[in-house]
Protein backbone atom coordinates (compact mmCIF):
# COMPACT_ATOMS: atom_id res chain seq x y z
CA UNK A 1 0.00 0.00 0.00
CA UNK A 2 1.47 3.53 -1.26
CA UNK A 3 1.46 6.13 1.34
CA UNK A 4 -1.14 8.10 -0.14
CA UNK A 5 -3.60 5.28 -0.17
CA UNK A 6 -2.43 4.72 3.71
CA UNK A 7 -3.60 8.63 3.95
CA UNK A 8 -6.64 8.51 2.58
CA UNK A 9 -7.93 5.56 4.39
CA UNK A 10 -6.90 7.51 7.91
CA UNK A 11 -8.94 10.68 6.62
CA UNK A 12 -12.31 10.87 9.28
CA UNK A 13 -15.25 10.35 7.33
CA UNK A 14 -17.57 13.37 6.07
CA UNK A 15 -21.42 12.77 7.07
CA UNK A 16 -23.29 14.41 3.62
CA UNK A 17 -26.49 13.04 5.33
CA UNK A 18 -28.85 15.84 6.98
CA UNK A 19 -31.70 13.58 7.87
CA UNK A 20 -30.88 13.62 11.48
CA UNK A 21 -30.95 17.60 11.43
CA UNK A 22 -32.59 19.33 13.52
CA UNK A 23 -36.58 20.25 11.59
CA UNK A 24 -36.51 23.44 12.80
CA UNK A 25 -33.41 24.28 10.95
CA UNK A 26 -33.93 25.84 7.29
CA UNK A 27 -31.26 27.60 5.12
CA UNK A 28 -33.44 30.94 3.09
CA UNK A 29 -31.66 32.40 -0.15
CA UNK A 30 -29.18 34.47 1.45
CA UNK A 31 -27.49 31.97 2.72
CA UNK A 32 -28.64 32.56 6.70
CA UNK A 33 -28.85 29.54 8.84
CA UNK A 34 -32.21 30.47 10.62
CA UNK A 35 -33.41 27.84 13.94
CA UNK A 36 -35.54 28.17 16.32
CA UNK A 37 -36.87 31.60 17.32
CA UNK A 38 -35.16 33.23 14.55
CA UNK A 39 -37.26 30.86 12.13
CA UNK A 40 -40.88 33.22 13.30
CA UNK A 41 -39.38 36.18 12.38
CA UNK A 42 -37.49 34.87 9.16
CA UNK A 43 -41.13 33.78 7.74
CA UNK A 44 -42.50 36.98 8.77
CA UNK A 45 -40.45 39.10 6.63
CA UNK A 46 -40.88 36.88 3.69
CA UNK A 47 -45.10 36.83 4.69
CA UNK A 48 -43.95 41.17 4.45
CA UNK A 49 -42.11 40.89 1.39
CA UNK A 50 -44.73 38.37 -0.28
CA UNK A 51 -47.29 41.12 0.20
CA UNK A 52 -45.33 44.34 -1.04
CA UNK A 53 -44.61 42.20 -4.47
CA UNK A 54 -48.38 40.91 -4.66
CA UNK A 55 -49.35 44.77 -4.17
CA UNK A 56 -47.05 46.14 -6.32
CA UNK A 57 -47.74 42.97 -9.04
CA UNK A 58 -51.53 44.43 -8.72
CA UNK A 59 -50.42 48.17 -9.21
CA UNK A 60 -48.15 47.11 -12.37
CA UNK A 61 -51.15 45.09 -13.93
CA UNK A 62 -53.81 47.69 -13.24
CA UNK A 63 -51.59 50.46 -15.05
CA UNK A 64 -51.11 47.89 -17.85
CA UNK A 65 -54.37 47.10 -17.78
CA UNK A 66 -55.56 51.16 -18.22
CA UNK A 67 -53.03 51.69 -20.73
CA UNK A 68 -54.22 48.64 -23.02
CA UNK A 69 -57.89 50.29 -22.63
CA UNK A 70 -56.59 53.86 -23.63
CA UNK A 71 -54.63 52.65 -26.48
CA UNK A 72 -57.84 50.77 -27.71
CA UNK A 73 -59.99 53.88 -27.16
CA UNK A 74 -57.27 55.68 -28.99
CA UNK A 75 -56.99 53.75 -32.01
CA UNK A 76 -61.23 53.48 -32.05
CA UNK A 77 -61.14 57.43 -32.09
CA UNK A 78 -58.62 57.11 -34.83
CA UNK A 79 -60.61 55.03 -37.01
CA UNK A 80 -63.61 56.76 -36.31
CA UNK A 81 -62.21 60.46 -37.56
CA UNK A 82 -60.59 58.43 -40.39
CA UNK A 83 -63.75 56.86 -41.41
CA UNK A 84 -65.46 60.32 -41.17
CA UNK A 85 -62.85 62.06 -42.91
CA UNK A 86 -63.16 59.18 -46.21
CA UNK A 87 -66.76 60.36 -46.16
CA UNK A 88 -66.92 63.60 -46.67
CA UNK A 89 -63.47 63.76 -48.46
CA UNK A 90 -65.53 64.14 -52.00
CA UNK A 91 -67.21 67.01 -50.53
CA UNK A 92 -65.17 69.13 -52.95
CA UNK A 93 -65.70 67.12 -56.04
CA UNK A 94 -69.08 66.67 -55.65
CA UNK A 95 -69.42 70.56 -55.08
CA UNK A 96 -67.97 70.68 -58.88
CA UNK A 97 -70.24 68.28 -59.95
CA UNK A 98 -73.46 70.39 -58.85
CA UNK A 99 -73.94 73.06 -61.21
CA UNK A 100 -73.66 69.65 -64.27
CA UNK A 101 -76.62 68.27 -62.09
CA UNK A 102 -78.09 72.24 -62.14
CA UNK A 103 -77.89 72.76 -65.97
CA UNK A 104 -80.01 69.18 -65.94
CA UNK A 105 -82.99 70.31 -63.85
CA UNK A 106 -82.73 73.57 -65.96
CA UNK A 107 -83.65 71.94 -69.37
CA UNK A 108 -86.09 69.64 -67.47
CA UNK A 109 -87.90 72.97 -65.98
CA UNK A 110 -88.67 74.53 -69.59
CA UNK A 111 -91.44 72.03 -70.30
CA UNK A 112 -92.55 74.13 -73.30
CA UNK A 113 -88.82 73.85 -74.85
CA UNK A 114 -88.15 70.19 -73.69
CA UNK A 115 -91.61 68.78 -75.42
CA UNK A 116 -90.18 70.04 -78.39
CA UNK A 117 -87.06 68.27 -78.52
CA UNK A 118 -86.75 65.18 -80.19
CA UNK A 119 -88.52 61.98 -77.95
CA UNK A 120 -85.47 59.86 -78.39
CA UNK A 121 -82.92 62.38 -78.17
CA UNK A 122 -84.47 63.59 -74.76
CA UNK A 123 -84.76 60.16 -73.07
CA UNK A 124 -81.02 59.69 -73.70
CA UNK A 125 -80.42 63.16 -72.17
CA UNK A 126 -82.42 61.63 -68.72
CA UNK A 127 -81.25 58.55 -68.71
CA UNK A 128 -77.52 60.47 -68.53
CA UNK A 129 -78.75 62.67 -65.90
CA UNK A 130 -80.33 59.60 -63.80
CA UNK A 131 -77.08 57.33 -64.35
CA UNK A 132 -74.85 60.54 -62.76
CA UNK A 133 -77.46 61.33 -59.87
CA UNK A 134 -77.59 57.49 -59.52
CA UNK A 135 -73.54 57.18 -59.37
CA UNK A 136 -73.58 60.80 -56.70
CA UNK A 137 -76.54 58.77 -54.50
CA UNK A 138 -74.11 56.00 -54.03
CA UNK A 139 -71.49 58.05 -52.82
CA UNK A 140 -73.81 59.44 -50.05
CA UNK A 141 -75.22 62.43 -51.91
CA UNK A 142 -79.17 63.47 -51.45
CA UNK A 143 -81.32 65.67 -52.77
CA UNK A 144 -83.32 68.38 -50.39
CA UNK A 145 -86.49 69.51 -51.73
CA UNK A 146 -88.57 70.85 -49.55
CA UNK A 147 -91.16 71.83 -51.21
CA UNK A 148 -94.34 72.05 -49.71
CA UNK A 149 -92.63 71.48 -46.23
CA UNK A 150 -92.52 74.19 -43.47
CA UNK A 151 -89.64 76.95 -44.04
CA UNK A 152 -86.19 75.89 -41.68
CA UNK A 153 -83.76 79.06 -41.21
CA UNK A 154 -80.67 76.89 -40.13
CA UNK A 155 -81.62 74.36 -43.74
CA UNK A 156 -83.10 76.23 -46.46
CA UNK A 157 -82.33 80.18 -48.67
CA UNK A 158 -84.95 82.02 -48.37
CA UNK A 159 -84.89 84.48 -51.72
CA UNK A 160 -88.49 85.74 -52.13
CA UNK A 161 -91.73 85.93 -49.81
CA UNK A 162 -95.00 85.20 -51.51
CA UNK A 163 -97.99 86.93 -49.69
CA UNK A 164 -100.62 83.70 -48.94
CA UNK A 165 -104.46 83.92 -47.91
CA UNK A 166 -104.47 80.92 -46.38
CA UNK A 167 -103.29 80.92 -42.73
CA UNK A 168 -102.56 77.22 -42.76
CA UNK A 169 -99.77 78.21 -45.70
CA UNK A 170 -97.77 80.73 -43.59
CA UNK A 171 -94.23 80.07 -43.53
CA UNK A 172 -94.60 77.05 -45.94
CA UNK A 173 -92.55 76.54 -48.50
CA UNK A 174 -94.25 77.23 -51.58
CA UNK A 175 -91.84 76.44 -54.51
CA UNK A 176 -87.76 75.48 -54.30
CA UNK A 177 -86.10 77.37 -57.15
CA UNK A 178 -83.02 75.41 -56.58
CA UNK A 179 -82.59 71.81 -54.70
CA UNK A 180 -80.50 71.78 -52.14
CA UNK A 181 -77.99 68.65 -51.33
CA UNK A 182 -76.41 66.91 -48.74
CA UNK A 183 -73.49 64.40 -48.21
CA UNK A 184 -73.87 61.58 -45.92
CA UNK A 185 -76.35 63.73 -43.90
CA UNK A 186 -74.18 66.84 -43.75
CA UNK A 187 -75.54 70.08 -46.05
CA UNK A 188 -73.08 71.16 -48.83
CA UNK A 189 -75.80 73.30 -50.55
CA UNK A 190 -79.11 74.75 -48.90
CA UNK A 191 -81.81 75.06 -51.01
CA UNK A 192 -83.11 78.03 -52.39
CA UNK A 193 -86.64 78.81 -51.04
CA UNK A 194 -89.83 80.82 -51.88
CA UNK A 195 -91.79 80.66 -48.43
CA UNK A 196 -95.42 82.07 -47.93
CA UNK A 197 -96.29 85.04 -45.56
CA UNK A 198 -99.88 85.55 -44.17
CA UNK A 199 -101.03 88.85 -43.83
CA UNK A 200 -98.45 89.98 -45.60
CA UNK A 201 -97.90 93.96 -45.86
Do not use: C
Not at 19 to 24: A, K, L, T
Not at 50 to 57: D, Q, V, Y
Not at 109 to 134: C, F, M, P
Not at 171 to 194: H, S, W
Amino acid sequence: MSDQDEIKNNEPEIDTDRGDEDVDEFVFEDNTEVTGGDYKQKVDKLKARIKELEKKNAELLDSWQRDKADFINTRKRDEEAKAEFLKFSKADIISEIIPVLDSFDSAFKNKDAWEKVDKTWRTGVEYIHSQLLNILTGHGLTVVNPTGLAYVASRDEAVENIKVDKPEDDGKILEVVQVGYELNGREIRAPKVKVGHHNME
